[in-house]
């Protein structure tokens, strides 16, 4: 999945939210520029007035993103989607917790004017009997696209929710998420040494995690419906998993390089062999 809008999807968006705040079911939540408007307040504090758990949000293109501006001591932060729990009395509305809600998509290169091309060209061909046949030509939807360069946005989106997933532990923030396509998730384990997922409760943990350090942190992942007969195919939870951040650095900056230095420095040296090899063939490495 590219277009992180998707992540909207109401019924995957709740479920994020009961994680964040601990709810369950028949929730309000409306983005925050709906205030604007008389009758969508209206509803909410009807749902407020009902007792219901009520949530305005913030996100670049529905109120913007909130930022946290730069000190000497730390970098700019901004939110992809910040929750925000509301109730009314009367006719103020009162802001209580917040939590946090990030989503990393992948980021292809290249421009996607081939694939739309092969797309127009089989609907013009298949117009009646188009999904059918797009299912068995699944590569027209990546034609002359790039991959994305895992590395880096696995480097770029970790920095970042680590100081995120901090502020899970303190009391204003109710939680933070991060939500990931299935497929982002599984190119993020050899950054993670593969780790192995084990249940607790309703969700997953790290394995070495410990459970008495769990905050309201969350790697959410999901899928697409692909049995959906909806147009536009909903999102599905595929992994809760709840993240002791000190496992999860452990895991990135001390069993990845480990593991590095234990089994793959032969194979780093057979590659410099290799490579000076090539312009000085009368090479070897000497024994340590």
């Known amino acids: 999945m590219v277009c992180p809008y998707r992540s909207l999807d109401s019924r995957f968006f709740e479920t994020v939210v009961e994680r964040l705040f601990g709810v369950t079911g028949n929730t309000s939540i409306a983005p925050v520029v709906a205030l604007s408007d008389p009758e969508q307040v209206g509803l909410l504090k009807l749902a407020s007035d009902e007792g219901r758990p009520v949530f305005v ?103 970042q929710m680590l100081l995120k997933f901090r502020l899970a532990q303190y009391g204003a923030c109710s939680g933070v998420a991060l939500g990931l396509p299935k497929a982002v998730w599984e190119s993020w384990a050899p950054h993670l040494s593969n780790p192995n997922l084990v249940e607790h409760d309703d969700y997953m943990v790290l394995e070495g995690s410990s459970v008495d350090e769990l905050s309201n942190a969350w790697l959410l992942v999901f899928q697409t419906d692909t049995g959906s007969d909806d147009s536009r195919e909903a999102l599905m939870p595929y992994a809760s998993i709840r993240v002791d951040v000190d496992a999860f650095l452990h895991l990135a900056f001390t069993d990845v390089p480990e593991y590095i230095g234990d089994n793959l420095i032969g194979n780093v040296r057979s590659s410099i062999l290799s490579r000076v090899r090539r312009v000085y063939p009368s090479s070897r490495s000497a024994d340590l």
């Open 57 to 159: 949000f913030f996100q670049d293109k529905l109120g913007g993103e909130i930022n946290v501006s730069a000190t000497m001591q730390s970098p700019e932060l901004s939110f992809d989607i910040t929750v925000i729990r509301v109730g009314f009395e009367k006719d103020v509305l009162v802001l209580r917790d917040f939590g946090i809600y990030e989503v990393q998509t992948m980021d292809f290169h290249g421009s996607y004017r081939h694939a739309v091309s092969a797309l127009r060209n089989a609907v013009d061909l298949h117009a009646s009997d188009f999904p059918d046949v797009l299912a068995t030509n699944v590569e027209w939807l990546g034609r002359k696209i790039e991959g994305p360069n895992i590395a880096n946005v696995f480097k770029r989106t970790f920095y």
